[in-house]
């Protein structure tokens, strides 16, 4: 009886763990830790938001079950911000589904269309559960790189070569967590005649949709033609709306996965409370100066972050896009992989970041750091971590161990 589970057995450890511990006892110890881990957005809901989910949850006919699809004026919201953003026409009856954020959507979609042994492509490093939906289901993951380039297109083409059985489907993710990379239209166009050519379905996390900041906004591959027959896209209101914690997403796009999906979800949730789902409405059909003031925060936090690091000897690549930026290990501290460095940056700068040989192994040379504090406190970081970097400065615990 004392034997892991079967499922359980095959997640790892969950990598975040050491540092997270690490970071609580900091903070038991009463230090000021300033934590940049968690892409978790720390803004207020917009308050019209707010007042449509307070006007709403009064009403007693609210509180009953709701509909795991998602009330219809939701759906037709979200079909409606399509058209207008991306040029995309939706059936809300048909290719339109509500979910319980992304993550939700996505690890459901991955257990209603996969077969034990199938075979999916995932670019490494990338958000967790985009491999570890489809591993709890019972597929097998092949990693790809992460870069929408021709790279990851020679290898997504050497992958189908040398998969057996021929993958099922393909992730993508841009604007990307953790790396920020964006993708072209161009390059979804050569995404979708590569899925065309090997009749593999596209999964593409769109979470990150509004949060650019040069150039033009980025796209979504369900404008390429043709892409709806064989794509589902999952967006979120987490970030564009600050509303993690409301937890509402959408899936979007082709009619058989949508079907699909809408089947699985009937057996395990009624859908989001209808106070949350009308007031996701008011956030989409409502306006959107608030999206626009958000974008403007995190370009200010991202300026203010990537500006300092640079003054404190840190050359980190200026995102543009996501919340995120994906920072390479300075050499000096290159030896000691992602865990490591995070521990000891939150030991000597009492700055938290994520390792990121959490988003797979070929993330271990780098740490994400999320734009989650005001800028008052990104700058303290920056000190910090400036102070730490000081030439002259102790060596890192495991140069010390060396000598």
Known sequence: MTEEFHRIRRLPPYVFAEVNQAKAAARNAREDIIDLGMGNPDSATPPHIVAKLIETVADPRSHRYSTSKGIPGLRRALAAYYDRRFGVKLNPDTEVIATLGSKEGLANLANAITSPGDTILVPNPSYPIHQFGF???GASVRSVPATPDETMLHALE???KHSVPRPTALIVNFPSNPTAYLATLDFYKDIV???RKHEIFILSDLAYAEIYFEGEPPPSVLQVN???EFTVEFTSMSKTYSMPGWRMGF???NPRLISALARMKSYLDYGAFTPIQVAATAALNGPQDCVDQMRALYKERR????????QAGWDVPSPAGSMFAWAPIPARYAHLG???FAKLLLERAKVAVAPGIGFGEYGDTHVRIALVENTHRLRQAVRNIRG???PGNAPAVAETEAV
Request: aromatic share 6%; net charge positive.
């Open 135 to 137: 591993i709890i289901a």
């Open 338 to 340: 992602s865990v490591d």
């Open 388 to 390: 730490f970097m000081a």
């Open 303 to 310: 300026d203010v972050l990537i500006k300092g690091l640079a």
């Open 193 to 195: 005649a590569f899925a």
């Open 226 to 228: 043709g892409a709806k």
């Open 251 to 253: 899936a979007a796009g």
């Open 158 to 160: 050497r992958a189908v």
